[in-house]
């Protein structure tokens, strides 16, 4: 299987530090404003967010393509909700999706919108955590 790496570096105390996210060809900077505040910058959250997204809807058009649906778009949202349980912590998170797969009946998206929720990898990884799923089959 593959192995993927990324790599963050933190200068500083918690509130007056900064750091840099990097992975692929990504680099981006975070600080307290940008994780607990609307602060410009990136943080671990929404690199949650992405990867959870861009899984789900891998995981989702598999399960299409594997019954000889073609896929032409699957779009996710994912939304992380930072929260507190004896410190910070992910308290849920929403997946909200959008697809168009053509000749899919909107049963069958249903069940493999639920499959791709329970087993995407990303999905799997934060089992314990609650997470919400709206998905939508739209017409081509």
């Not at 399960?63 to 992380?80: C, K, R």
């Amino acid at each position: 299987m593959a192995k993927r790496q990324a790599t963050a570096k933190w200068n500083g105390t918690l509130k007056d530090g900064n750091g840099i996210m990097k992975y692929g060809n990504f680099e981006g900077p975070y600080t307290f404003a940008s994780r607990f505040e609307e602060g410009p910058g990136t943080n671990p959250e929404e690199l949650v967010g992405a990867a959870h997204a861009g899984c789900f809807s891998m995981f989702l058009s598999a399960l299409a393509s594997g019954d000889n649906y073609t896929p032409t778009s699957v779009q996710t949202t994912a939304s992380v909700h930072l929260g507190e349980d004896d410190g910070p912590k992910i308290t849920s998170i929403d997946l909200n999706c959008e697809a168009v797969i053509p000749g899919l009946d909107a049963d069958k998206f249903a069940e493999y919108a639920q499959t791709a929720k329970e087993r995407c990898p990303i999905s799997r990884l934060f089992a314990g955590t609650q997470i919400n799923l709206t998905a939508n089959l739209v017409e081509s």
